[in-house]
């Protein structure tokens, strides 16, 4: 995940980490985005406890919970992505 995170920043100084996650690899993506200093947006599912939500805010993530299943969260993220160029979605 840090290589992704990397890549992502040598594209744009801009560059925002998306991903969608059931969760492990949503705190990957957290602390490497934090790592090389980019923004990173977590978007999961419902039904995760409150406590790893907010492991992943004192990572630097913004988390969106949405949808009922990981293919509702997925939908979402690219949505996010879609709306601006500079962002980067790992799935």
């Known amino acids: 995940m840090s290589l992704i995170a990397q890549e992502a920043k040598e594209k744009s100084e801009d560059a925002h980490l998306i991903i969608a996650s059931g969760g492990n690899a949503g ?3 957290a602390c490497a985005a934090k790592a090389v200093g980019i923004p990173c947006t977590v978007f999961l599912p419902a039904g995760l406890s409150p406590r790893f939500l907010d492991n992943l805010r ?6 969106v919970v949405g ?3 990981f293919s509702e969260a997925f939908a979402k993220a690219q949505e996010a992505v879609a709306e601006d ?7």
């Open 67 to 69: 949808g009922k299943d």
């Open 27 to 29: 705190y990957a993506a």
């Open 85 to 91: 160029d500079k962002r980067y979605v790992y799935t």
């Open 58 to 63: 004192k990572e630097g993530a913004e988390v």
